[in-house]
Nanobody, 125 residues
Framework: QVQLVESGGGLVQAGGSLRLSCTAS????????MGWFRQAPGKEREFVAT????????YYADSVKGRFTISRDNAKNMVYLQMNSLKPEDTAVYYC??????????????????WGQGTQVTVSS
């Protein structure tokens, strides 16, 4: 079992930066691939980024490629999402998720086994 808690959201102006954190509990955290998803008001939840258990491989949605960076620290049971050059369209609730298939880079929500409760990111124009 893995429990996930996101933090670091807030209000930022367009062009600014935020770093989201996801704190995981459970001794098997380091074996999970991790992902970030987001859901804007009135829209479906969408994939943002994912990282394998080792941290060696990552994959991003086209909409955030070059602006966002996913990383992890297995010793601290943490996953991060560094978000730069933020745009108003990045406004959403951001969720982290854990995939027991640790070596996969999956964009599909249903492949993830555990989810956090989300943190709000609001980007003003």
């Amino acid at each position: 079992q893995v429990q996930l808690v996101e933090s670091g959201g807030g209000l930022v102006q367009a062009g600014g930066s935020l770093r989201l954190s996801c704190t995981a509990s459970g001794r098997t955290f380091s074996s999970y691939a991790m992902g970030w998803f987001r859901q804007a008001p009135g829209k479906e939840r969408e994939f943002v980024a994912t990282i394998t258990w080792s941290g060696f491989s990552t994959y991003y949605a086209d909409s955030v490629k070059g602006r966002f960076t996913i990383s992890r620290d297995n010793a601290k049971n943490m996953v991060y999402l560094q978000m730069n050059s933020l745009k108003p369209e990045d406004t959403a609730v951001y969720y982290c998720a854990a995939d027991a298939r640790g070596s996969y880079l999956d964009t599909r929500m249903y492949e993830y086994d555990y989810w956090g409760q989300g943190t709000q990111v609001t980007v003003s124009s």
